[in-house]
């Protein structure tokens, strides 16, 4: 019987010419810009394939044309800031990590659009006029901490309103009453870290929720209770663990395993790498669906959260099939490879905090 195996040249050959040409298939994806970035330049850094030079300066130039004047990125450009599209501009100009992609973020400007979108509540809505979920409570804490944005007032209630959306699942809905669902309890454990108030939730119910998310025949994880298994939750779900285990050991639980996450590692990367691959390149769903970037991007993050236990100082790793399958570690919070976050925030943290343009904890003007 063959090994699982990566099919690394596929899926790079699959990535490179997305970064230059995207089928008519990705018209519907034309408000998702900077997030086609993000997926493409996130999973080339888990393959470990260098971007050149000159690409990178053009995604730089290209998102740079997706910032708004009142701050924050849009989906394209001469469209309306919002928070999703915000996160991962900022993401993409992490991973690049040259002196061109940071100064093309103009922090007062973010600062204050995240003011523009802050509610009295705590909670976020996603653009100016949009809605409120708990997606927009971890683009904004992502991109905040990173760029050194963060000022006393900013997540003033933030961490009471995340919590209101655990329910008894154990998992978070996307609002207060909602059903519990991976991609919004990864976003508000997420902000949670971010914010150092993870021991508000209840940790233990989300550590019995998401495990009973993985499926026992398929490997892979489902979103929610009762529906199908997904490869893209490979992350949203999979990725909870590492956040959760370094709540649970900073809590002094001593009950936790110091060889591996509290998930089955090795069946979920057989269901990636057996089930997710398209033999042309580019990794999906599950079998019979087509590929596409964005899982691409969260198949490769939640193979590498499989592969990798640990941190620098305490680090295993569990690589199914040969050591060619093994994939660059990523951060467990922002989804990038922990050396960007490290360049990111030194480089960031050596400019000072902007001053808010209006009173902290005013309400926003609307109509400006
Ligand atoms: C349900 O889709 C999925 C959602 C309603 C949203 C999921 C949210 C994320 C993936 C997180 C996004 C994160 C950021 C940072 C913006 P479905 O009903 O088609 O799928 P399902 O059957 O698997 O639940
Ligand atoms: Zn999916």
């Known amino acids: 019987m063959t090994e699982p195996t990566l099919l690394r040249d596929q899926h790079y050959q699959y990535l490179k010419k997305g970064l230059r040409h995207l089928s008519d298939a990705y018209e519907c994806l034309d408000a998702s810009r ?23 300066s053009d995604v730089c ?23 999703a599209p915000t996160y991962a501009a900022v993401n993409a100009l992490c991973i690049i990590g040259t002196q061109e992609a940071y100064n093309i973020i103009d922090r007062e400007k973010l600062l204050s659009f995240l003011f523009s979108v802050k509610q ?60 519990a669902h991976g991609g919004y309890t990864f976003c508000g454990m997420a902000a949670m870290v971010i914010l150092g108030k993870e021991h508000m939730l209840d940790l233990k119910s989300l550590l019995r929720w998401v495990a009973s998310r993985q499926m026992r025949y398929e490997g892979g994880f489902q979103g929610r209770c009762n529906k199908l298994v997904d490869g893209c939750y490979s992350f949203w779900q ?8 370094r709540a649970l050991f900073k809590g002094g639980d001593s009950t936790l395993s110091l060889q591996k996450w509290m998930f089955e590692q090795q069946a ?30 969260y198949c490769l993050s939640g193979l590498s959260v499989a592969q990798h236990f640990g941190n620098m100082d305490l680090h295993h790793e569990l690589i199914v099939g040969r050591e060619e399958n093994r994939l660059a570690p990523s951060h467990p919070v922002y989804n990038i490879c922990p050396e960007k ?28």
């Not at 996603?126 to 006393?152: F, K, Q, W």
């Open 268 to 297: 979920l990367q057989e269901y990636i790498l057996l089930c997710c691959q398209n033999p042309a390149g580019g990794l999906l769903d599950k079998p019979g669906k087509s590929r596409d970037f964005y899982h691409t991007c």
């Open 120 to 179: 009295p509540d705590g909670s976020f809505v996603m653009h100016i006029g949009g809605e409120v979920d708990v997606r927009s409570t971890y683009c904004a804490a992502s991109v905040a901490s990173l760029t050194n944005i963060m000022t006393p007032t900013l997540f003033q209630d933030t961490p009471t309103w995340i919590v209101s959306c655990q329910n008894w699942e154990g998992g978070l809905g996307g609002v207060p009453g909602l059903e």
């Open 238 to 245: 999979a990725g909870l663990l590492p956040l959760l285990h």
């Open 61 to 83: 130039k290209f998102l740079a044309r997706c910032q708004s004047p009142t701050g924050g990125f849009a989906g394209g450009p001469c469209q309306a800031a919002h928070l």
């Open 34 to 56: 900077p997030w086609l970035c993000y997926w493409i330049l996130h999973s080339l850094e888990l393959l470990e394939e260098p971007v050149p030079t000159a690409i990178a």
């Open 341 to 368: 976050v490290a360049q990111a925030i030194q480089h960031f943290h050596q400019l000072p905090v902007p001053v808010p343009a209006q009173k902290e904890g005013e309400a926003p003007n609307r109509l400006s």
